[in-house]
């Protein structure tokens, strides 16, 4: 068993014990449950920011502890003031070290997108989802089958949610993306086996259909890659580690936006 089924097989039972404590109509009376989403694909094409979708992320399997004590509430607000587009919050406790109270935080002091990075297998996480303020949710195509995935994806817009689709490859991509999709996320970190590679974004660029937002994910490490990735039509940049390591993450994002759209004012690129 891969870490990605170790993940998969916790999360069915962490669900079904989270539906015992918190039942739907407990989670439908959240403040936040009647709230309108942002739209996370239309603040990827604000041309006033970055494209960057900003992570808190304290630890993962593969890295162990990143930054177990992380301010949220100073991070978050310093990420947009940076010019991040969006942020990317990590609710898994057991692997990653987050929860839905990270979530939560963020979106008290933030007007901004926010995406729930979690492993999505039931509609109950999606509730749940909108319930502690979420505006998007991750389904990825490696943990789900295809007709399964749609299922979540029709249920998240529904309740108004954005769906970010993450494959990482072709295959995963034809089989996975459906109608409900608005952004497509590839991500260079295998999860299966955690290597990770940009060149698999640049590979699978011209895959992904016109019309369609998308990201590339993990892995970047400087500003000209992201440069690159642009000029390759990505709209999006979704950002953890790189900022994370650093004592005051939000100050390595605001230096590594700076240093990307100097770069992009000498070199003008086009999506």
């Not at 505006?135 to 817009?157: C, G, W, Y």
């Not at 955690?194 to 895959?207: G, H, I, M, Q, R």
Request: charged share 30%; net charge neutral; aromatic share 10%.
């Amino acid at each position: 068993m891969n870490i990605l089924d170790e993940i998969i097989a916790y999360k069915y039972q962490e669900v079904a014990e989270r539906k015992e404590l918190y039942p739907v109509k407990l989670l439908e009376k959240s403040l936040y449950f009647e709230n309108t989403c942002m739209s996370l694909e239309r603040y990827l094409l604000r041309p006033d920011k970055s494209g960057i979708i900003a992570e808190i992320k304290r630890k993962s399997p593969s890295r162990g502890d990143i930054n177990p004590y992380v301010s949220v509430e100073r991070t978050s607000i310093g990420y947009m003031q940076a010019g991040a587009s969006a942020l990317s919050i990590l609710t898994d406790t057991r692997y990653f070290g987050g929860k839905n109270e990270d979530l939560m935080t963020a979106r008290k002091y933030n007007y901004c997108p926010i995406l729930r990075k979690d492993f999505m297998v039931d509609e109950y996480q999606i509730v749940e989802a909108k319930s502690i303020g979420a505006d998007a949710i991750l389904l990825i195509a490696a943990a789900l089958e295809p007709a399964r995935l749609k299922e979540l994806a029709s249920f998240a817009r529904s309740l108004g949610l954005e769906v970010l689709l993450e494959v990482h490859s072709k295959e995963e991509l034809d089989a996975s993306l459906n109608e409900y999709v608005t952004v497509v996320g590839v991500n260079n970190r295998n999860l299966k086996d955690f290597k990770t590679s940009v060149d698999l974004s640049f590979e699978l660029a011209n895959y992904i259909p016109k019309g369609i937002t998308k990201i590339s994910e993990s892995g970047i490490s400087n500003a000209q890659v992201m440069v690159e990735l642009k000029e390759a039509g990505f709209h999006g940049f979704l950002i953890g580690e790189r900022f994370m390591y650093e004592g005051r993450p939000e100050r390595a994002a605001t230096e590594f936006i700076r240093e990307y759209k100097a770069l992009l004012a000498k070199k003008p690129v086009t999506a």
